[in-house]
């Protein structure tokens, strides 16, 4: 049957500070059961796009000055953050952000903030480890103390315990050694298959993210220049010369 579309952003002008203006119409359409990725240079818009869908600009002094964005077609944008997630859409910042002074099961534990249900947050805990093996062996170590990569596992897993619809992730590989950076996106993968958790995500490193990515969008200055399924894009000579690094 025909797939469901979740996230719809139709054409959106981004400015901060009333004056810059970093996205110049963006469009984009996000399946529900799907990776989708945001790919792009440094400044291209990528982060600034995940912020104007989850309501975050607004304490960056950015706002949607024009376009719509809609999810499950319901208007979104002027929402307030935390409504989003009630609607099942969560955001994973870019550089981590777990709570440095509580235990990487404490970070998990707030991620369930919206539900009261102990035995299903019990339950969700150990869905989480179980894609995280990693974080439950140091479930009980301060989270400021653990490694770059054990620290987005955190945020991954914590945005996981409100049992999101949606994760928006912003740039999952930065600062991780190569190796981490695949063992990231394979669990990516897992949840979206075996969750069914769709993602959109923002990512510079073009050559990981389209392996895992169904479709892809490439901005440039906040334009999407192109955009089509990851096995297409790949294949693209312009990708390949100016994203991937061969030609
Ligand atoms: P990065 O990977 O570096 O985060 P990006 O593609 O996510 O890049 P954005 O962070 O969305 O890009 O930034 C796009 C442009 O908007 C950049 O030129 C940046 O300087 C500008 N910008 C971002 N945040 C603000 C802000 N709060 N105020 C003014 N300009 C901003």
Do not use: W
Not at 73 to 83: C, F, K, S, Y
Not at 189 to 217: D, P, S
């Amino acid at each position: 049957g025909r797939t469901e579309t979740l996230l719809e952003v139709n054409n959106i002008e981004v400015i901060y500070n009333h004056v810059i203006l970093v996205l110049k119409g963006v469009s984009l359409t996000v399946p529900k059961g799907g990776i989708t990725a945001l790919l792009g240079g440094n400044g291209a818009g990528k982060t600034t796009t995940l912020k104007a869908i989850s309501s975050l600009l607004r304490s960056e002094r950015g706002e949607v000055t024009k376009g719509s964005i809609l999810y499950r077609g319901q208007r979104v944008q002027d929402l307030d953050p935390a409504e989003l997630v009630r609607m099942g859409v969560i955001q994973v910042m870019e550089g981590r952000h777990c709570f440095e002074h509580l235990t990487i099961e404490e970070n998990l534990l707030t991620g369930a903030y919206t539900r009261s249900d102990k035995g299903q947050i019990a339950a969700d805990l150990e869905m989480v480890y179980s894609y995280f093996p990693r974080l439950k062996e140091r479930r009980r170590s301060q989270a400021g103390y653990t490694s770059g990569g054990e620290q987005q596992m955190c945020a991954i897993g914590r945005a996981l315990m409100s049992r999101p619809e949606t994760i928006l992730l912003d740039e999952p590989s930065m600062g991780l050694a190569p190796q981490l950076v695949e063992q990231i996106f394979e669990i990516v993968r897992a949840v979206n298959e075996n969750e069914g958790v769709t993602f959109l995500l923002a990512e510079q490193n073009t050559n990981v993210a389209l392996r895992y990515a169904h479709y892809g969008y490439i901005l440039e200055s906040g334009r999407v220049v192109m955009d089509g399924p990851a096995a297409e894009l790949r294949e693209n000579p312009d990708v390949k010369e100016f994203y991937l690094g061969m030609s």
